[in-house]
C-alpha cells in the first residue's frame, strides 16, 4: 500500500514563495502518475498539475504559470513549486498518486498540507 507524505506547508506573505514536496513509501510509484490537488475553504478539490509515469507534465487549463510541479523518480518524490502566491491560492495541497491504463484504479492521496498566504 504506497502512503503518501506531504511536508512545506504553512503561512507565507502575498507574494511568496513555497515549495512542497510528497514522498511516497511502502511501493514504488513509477507507473503513477504523481501531482497535486488543493482545496480551499467551502470549495471542491481542484487539480493543481501532475507528472505522468513517462515524465510528461500536465496542469488545468486555467493554470497560471505561477505553479510548477517536477518529479524525482529517484526519490519516489513530487514537488510543487508555488511563486508569487495570492490569498486565494490559501487552501489545504493534497497529493496524488493515481494508475491510468493496466493500473487504473489505483488510486492514493495524502493528508494534505495547509498553505495559508495572507494579504
Known amino acids: 500500500q504506497v502512503q503518501l507524505v506531504e511536508s512545506g506547508g504553512g503561512l507565507v506573505q502575498a507574494g511568496g514563495s513555497l515549495r512542497l514536496s510528497c514522498t511516497a513509501s511502502g511501493g514504488t510509484t513509477g507507473h503513477l502518475a504523481m501531482g497535486w490537488f488543493r482545496q480551499a475553504p467551502g470549495k471542491e478539490r481542484a487539480f493543481v498539475g501532475a507528472?505522468?509515469?513517462?515524465?510528461?507534465?500536465y496542469y488545468p487549463d486555467s493554470h497560471e504559470g505561477r505553479f510548477t510541479i517536477s518529479r524525482d523518480f529517484t526519490k519516489n518524490t513530487v514537488y510543487l513549486q508555488a511563486n508569487s502566491l495570492k490569498p486565494e491560492d490559501t487552501a489545504v495541497y493534497y497529493c496524488n498518486a493515481r494508475g491510468y491504463g493496466y493500473y487504473s484504479g489505483m488510486d492514493f492521496w495524502g493528508k494534505g498540507t495547509l498553505v495559508s498566504v495572507s494579504s
Open positions: 507528472v505522468s509515469s513517462s515524465g510528461r507534465t
